[in-house]
């Protein structure tokens, strides 16, 4: 899968938060967006998957398919999936039960999938060190802020996306969880999955090791480059950004 | 009116039972039908209800025996046709209908006292003095029900008034479910006029649900007495669906110390129905619980109201009561309105409640659509998630096509 935006430009009522967002990911590439807060990271991941609380325009392309006026569900029937920073409870709704049907929803003609489907919940839930008991559960209801990122990304390995953005998943994460969040992406890591990890340090970098690094400034990505841009940032700060994309972006 | 009801009563087999019909006809006669000068009626507009219109109906004076079901200790069964069934596997219970086989029996008496002292609208007093069909259910002191007992009424399918007289009585110690179903989907235009009165004696327990499920031309009026003793329990859960007019209350009236009371309801009027809740949590002495929890949606042209009262009586020291309303709406054009109330006349207890009327969440129906379910598919999840609370207190035997009937 390749998906390539072109110019992205979104705004939150009057404000203007992206301006012009160009980026090309494959399935088979790990990347990594970093960014100080405000910088629009998160309204790019909103952007990507559509959330109708944004107006936006450009263009987003999968494999080729313009997906700019595409509904959430249809992104997600693409294969692309969003692991969100802060995932909002359903109460009422069990795990179980809505991993059920989006599952079912994703993939309707493949009864293989769906027999095993329990068996897949169960191990995936092991892999993830997710408590059995969660199943029954109203998904991230009372969950804590680890929970609810295990939970996004036990959803990630159910649904078997073949690009995944990670919006802060790391954030609030103790180095245990942060290591059971990375084997989580490991796992589906292959020439059939790719993943845009969005985040503001460099630990979860250490486990998952991107070759593609991008640095977001005022709504737009002002350098990309391999991980030794990584290793400036965590050395010098975003300091040096400002400095050299402030300025230029002052009087563009 | 009141002619054909002095018709139909002098039929009853059980002269006892007509006797006892009779003794509030008296007020029956004083009184006129609510209107929207009434408090508790205020916002249900009975004016093209016509009550004398619809021609009495009565079910069969005899019953037939049959084969008990495994999944319930007895059932009762009024088919479409006016015929009634009786099972029972266990003689823990009995079970009759008043209007064959009612004697003298001291604790009708007293839940027929209470309930006049409580219901005083027409409506009420209607239920009270006829019935087309009124079965009772005794559980026998410090008998313990594992299974369910069923009451099944099938609605007649042509434009009748139904009155139902539905009588439970849980004795000192005992333990009892009981499914009551008013079943009138595709059925006829109906006016059903729906008495039930449960009473848990000392140390007893008892849970009720009550599944009413209609078709677009009925209405349906209820009036519904719990009566709970010393140290009892009761957990009374309603779901109703599908009538044009739905108006019942529900009162739970604490007489014992240490009694503990739970009601619940689901309601969800699409199209141009109308739901009128009304619960009332009546504690009169002390050390008594009560939780109230109603959850209603409402889209097309619906309207629904809720009326909840914690009323908590000079003696009712350390009373713990809480109500909780919550709707939804789901259309611009369907109304939801809340009044919750407290009527309080001690200073030791802990009471309050809780109302909220909100719309579907836009930051749920976006993370349902990134996982890709489309907003319609997103919607309905939501909703039978809101309901989840409620619903999962029905019996699992019972609950799909209940949940499916609601949500379709």
Known sequence: MVIECKNVEAWVEDSHILKGVNLVVRSGEIHTLMGKNGSGKSTFANVLFGNPSYTYTGSILVDGEEIIDLEPHERAAKGLFLAFQYPVAIPGVTVGRFLKRVHDTLYPDDLERKKSFVKNLRESMDFMEIDQQFINRYLNDGFSGGEKKRMEILQMLILRPKFAVLDETDSGLDIDALKIVARGVKELYGSDFGALLITHYQRILDYLNPQHVHIMYKGRIVRSGGPDLVAQLEQDGYEWVEKEFGEAHATS | ?408
């Not at chain 2, 029996?105 to 409580?118: A, I, Q, T, W, Y």
């Not at chain 2, 836009?362 to 907003?375: A, C, F, I, P, V």
Request: with cysteine; net charge negative; proline share 3%.
């Open chain 2, 1 to 408: 009116m009141i002619d054909h009801i002095e018709e139909h009563r002098n039929q009853y087999k059980s002269k006892a039972f007509a006797e006892l019909c009779n003794q509030s006809k008296k007020s029956y006669e004083k009184t006129s039908w609510p209107t929207l000068q009434d408090e508790e009626w205020r916002r249900t507009d009975l004016g093209y209800l016509d009550p004398s219109s619809f021609p009495l109906w009565q079910a069969s004076q005899s019953s037939s025996e049959m084969a008990g079901s495994e999944d319930c200790l007895g059932e009762y069964v009024l088919g479409q046709d006016g015929n009634i069934s009786i099972s029972k596997t266990s003689d823990d219970i009995e079970l009759y209908d008043a209007r064959m086989n009612y004697k003298e029996f001291p604790l009708f008496n007293h839940v027929r006292k209470g309930f006049l002292e409580v219901f005083d609208d027409k409506f009420a007093l209607w239920s009270t003095i006829w019935a087309s069909t009124a079965p009772v259910v005794r559980v026998l002191p410090n008998r313990e029900c594992k299974k369910p007992i069923q009451i099944r009424l099938q609605m007649p399918s042509e434009k009748v008034a139904f009155g139902s007289q539905t009588s439970v009585f849980v004795e000192d110690g005992a333990k009892a479910s009981v499914i009551i179903n008013f079943d009138g989907v595709g059925k006829g235009e109906l006016l059903h006029n729906a008495n039930i009165s449960c009473y848990v004696g000392n140390n007893a327990s008892l849970d009720v649900f009550l599944v009413h499920e209609d078709n677009i031309d009925s209405n349906f009026i209820g009036s519904f007495y719990n009566c709970m003793q010393n140290d009892a329990r009761l957990r009374f859960v309603s779901l109703n669906r599908g009538a044009m007019l739905t108006k019942y209350t529900v009162y739970t009236d604490m007489q014992g110390q240490g009694s503990e009371a739970h009601m619940d309801g689901v309601f969800f009027p699409r199209s141009d129905e109308h739901v009128d809740i009304r619960s009332v949590q009546r504690h009169r002495v002390g050390k008594s619980f009560s939780r109230a929890l109603f959850k209603g949606a409402v889209i097309d042209e619906a309207h629904s109201v809720f009326q909840g009262l914690i009323q908590v009586d000079p003696k009712a020291n350390d009373t713990d009561a809480y109500l909780t309303n919550n709707n939804l709406v789901l259309s611009n054009s369907a109304r939801a309105d809340s009044i919750p109330m407290l009527k309080i006349e001690t200073n030791d207890l802990r009471c309050s409640h809780g109302a909220t009327i909100g719309k579907i969440d836009e930051q749920q129906l976006n993370y349902l659509g990134t996982r890709g379910l489309d907003s319609e598919t997103a919607q309905s999840m939501l909703i039978e998630g809101y309901f989840e609370e409620v619903l999962s207190l029905f019996p699992d035997a019972i609950l799909e096509p209940l949940k499916q009937n609601l949500l379709a």
